[in-house]
């Protein structure tokens, strides 16, 4: 099945620095991806679209100069988190469609970021 | 846009009993429903979907049904064990990206 791996698990930054998030499609290629914001007891929060090749397409009221995403490949999505701040802190979460199949969506393990 | 209903938020059943959860959508352009398990600390995971020229679904315990007409669409699970105490979130899909639910934490008691 559809593999979707994300790096890393959890990371510890200091207020001011910047961190990149990893998604990865391990066994297909994957145009499309998202990213997902989640606060504890909370369901998940679309953050942004991200297009191989292209732009990434971010929902309103996320800032797009805060969090870059970049879509360099087919099965590499990455998401930097720029000049972090406690309020930053959160989980992580990509996703990516394998249409190979049939419109399922697979989830990465999500990353805990916690800025201090 | 999409927006999805989940109910309840929480549901706690003894070990052996069935769980219900139900949500609703707007759109009825949606055409994927699927259902995600989320376990403390990882993503989710999808246990069963469902299209829209479906009724309904089974996967051993786990059975999700769609009502189009009324726009909803439910997961059921049978038997419960403690390992399917967790978090369970519906989306509904048009055409691309998913909107999810609020989320059911389940607990099931031994």
């Known amino acids: 099945g559809a593999v979707v791996s994300q790096h890393p698990s959890w990371v510890i930054c200091k207020s001011g620095t910047s961190v990149k998030i990893e998604c990865r499609s391990l066994?297909?290629?994957?145009?499309?991806m998202f990213w997902y914001r989640q606060f504890p007891k909370q369901s998940l929060m679309l953050m942004a679209t991200?297009?191989?090749?292209?732009?990434?397409?971010?929902e309103q009221g996320v800032e797009k100069d805060k969090f870059l995403i970049n879509h360099a490949s087919l099965t590499l999505s990455t998401l930097t988190v720029t000049s972090a701040h406690p309020e930053d802190s959160s989980f992580y979460i990509c996703?990516?469609?394998?249409?190979?199949?049939?419109?399922?969506?697979?989830f990465g393990s999500g990353t805990r970021l916690t800025v201090v | 846009g999409e927006n999805v209903e989940q109910h309840p938020s929480t549901l706690s059943v003894q070990e052996g009993d069935s769980a219900v959860i139900k949500c609703t959508y707007s759109?009825?352009?949606?055409?994927?429903f699927p259902w995600y398990k989320q376990e403390l600390g990882k993503g989710p995971q999808l246990i069963i979907d469902?299209?829209?020229?479906?009724g309904e679904k089974k996967d051993q315990r786990i059975a999700v049904t769609l009502n189009k007409t009324a726009k909803h669409f439910s997961l059921h699970i049978t038997e419960t064990q403690p390992e399917d105490s967790a978090v369970y979130f519906c989306?509904?899909?048009?055409?691309?990206?998913?909107?999810f639910g609020d989320g059911t934490t389940l607990t099931v008691k031994p």
């Open positions: 996703s990516a469609r394998d249409y190979r199949g049939d419109y399922g969506y697979t």
């Open positions: 066994d297909f290629q994957a145009t499309t």
């Open positions: 991200s297009n191989e090749g292209s732009k990434a397409t971010y």
């Open positions: 759109d009825s352009a949606s055409n994927y």
């Open positions: 469902i299209r829209s020229n479906v």
């Open positions: 989306a509904a899909s048009p055409a691309g990206k998913s909107t």
